[in-house]
């Protein structure tokens, strides 16, 4: 499957964005769709994932109760709904999508088989 990210941007600290991640080639069924962000100089560290078919969602302490990840079938997309960003946030912001994974597994990059180009997020202060 390939991933298209997009939706990055320039936001003052406090705003929202809405980042999508869409799907070409096949469809997300099956799939838990992940969003990792990785700033200078750091790891890529894990944001959220959801389960295409259950919808079940997993979030990273740090995002929890600002970022809420979403899915629309119709236009075999996920979102990742951001408010009240903090200067912290900032990061090129990926999406990867990956089958079979484990409860276990879902944090980790390496579990991910298929990635997007990654979009700019930049919160300022």
């Known amino acids: 499957v390939q991933l298209q990210a997009s939706g990055g941007g320039l936001v003052q600290a406090g705003g929202s964005l809405r980042l999508s991640c869409a799907a070409s080639g096949r469809t997300f069924s099956g799939y838990t769709v992940g969003w990792f962000r990785q700033a200078p100089g750091k790891d890529r560290e894990f944001v959220g994932t959801i389960r295409w078919n259950s919808r079940h969602t997993y979030y990273a302490d740090s995002v929890k109760g600002r970022f809420t990840i979403s899915r629309d079938n119709a236009k075999n997309t996920v979102f990742l709904q951001m408010n009240s960003l903090k200067p912290e946030d900032t990061a090129v912001y990926y999406c990867?999508?990956?089958?079979?994974?484990?409860?276990?597994?879902?944090?980790?990059?390496?579990?991910?088989?298929?990635w997007g180009q990654g979009t700019q997020v930049t919160v300022s202060s």
């Open positions: 990867a999508a990956g089958d079979r994974l484990i409860l276990t597994t879902l944090t980790r990059p390496s579990a991910y088989d298929s």
